[in-house]
């Protein structure tokens, strides 16, 4: 089974740019997660999308964004983009049960290393 | 905000020794989790453990819980130069149906040969 890929790989933008990041998650999970990682505030939540909806999303301003497809791929999109918005971006799939009996581990991507000059 | 700190936040032992990390968190949960990323690279699931569990095994791995104290431990017995990574915990919320995963602050091991 292939894993989640993220695309791309490393991602150079100036200031007030935006960008949109990929997720293709495993094949049969509907769920699909992002998070950020800096070495500063460590791994934050961003959002969580299942079948096309928004489930769940962190404490990020209104530029970070995203969008699932009928077929559980996944955007973020990040418009007027800050120095600290460098980071890297990892995007995390799921059969999507959470809560209760259930639990479903995230299988996650290698990241888009975003760097913002 | 993070849920969980590890500690150490740095490890560094021989290999064939054992490595200990210690995870806490603040608030009740549903499940406990182990993540595992090598340098620069995503996370990889190691282990979970359920909140009315106690212990859990998987191969060199022995995860505890103490829910009491809200904490957790990852035990990797006879380390070796690939164990070398970045080791996050994380905690599954024990309310609703989306996910809520929020990782540790994580513990930097070092094996040496």
């Known amino acids: 089974k292939a894993g989640v890929t993220q695309t791309p790989r490393y991602l150079i933008k100036t200031r007030g740019q935006q960008v949109t990041l990929s997720c293709s998650p495993i094949?049969?999970?509907?769920?699909v997660s992002w998070y950020q990682q800096t070495p500063g505030q460590g791994l934050q939540f961003l959002f969580e999308?299942?079948?096309?909806?928004?489930?769940n999303k962190g404490n990020f301003p209104g530029r970070f964004s995203g969008r699932q497809f009928s077929n559980s791929r996944s955007e973020m999109n990040v418009s007027t983009l800050e120095l600290g918005d460098s980071a890297l971006y990892l995007c995390?799939?799921?059969?999507?049960?959470?809560?209760?009996?259930?639990?479903?581990?995230?299988?996650f991507g290698n990241g888009t290393r975003l760097t913002v000059t | 905000s993070q849920q969980g700190e590890e500690d150490p936040q740095a490890l560094s032992i021989q290999e064939g020794e054992n490595a200990t990390m210690n995870c806490s968190y603040k608030?009740?949960?549903?499940?406990l989790q182990w993540y595992r990323q090598n340098s620069g690279r995503g996370l990889v699931h190691l282990i979970l453990?359920?909140?009315?569990?106690r212990e859990k095994h998987s191969g060199r791995l022995r995860v505890t819980l103490d829910t009491s104290k809200k904490s957790s431990s990852l035990l990797i017995t006879a380390s070796r130069a690939a164990d070398t990574a970045s080791y996050f915990c994380?905690?599954?919320?024990?309310?609703?149906?989306?996910?809520?995963?929020?990782f540790g602050t994580g513990t930097r091991l070092q094996v040496t040969l």
């Open positions: 995390a799939s799921s059969l999507g049960l959470f809560g209760g009996p259930y639990n479903s581990p995230l299988h």
């Open positions: 994380a905690t599954d919320p024990n309310t609703g149906t989306a996910s809520k995963l929020t």
């Open positions: 999308y299942f079948s096309e909806t928004q489930r």
């Open positions: 453990i359920r909140s009315n569990e």
């Open positions: 608030t009740s949960i549903n499940n």
């Open positions: 094949s049969g999970h509907r769920s």
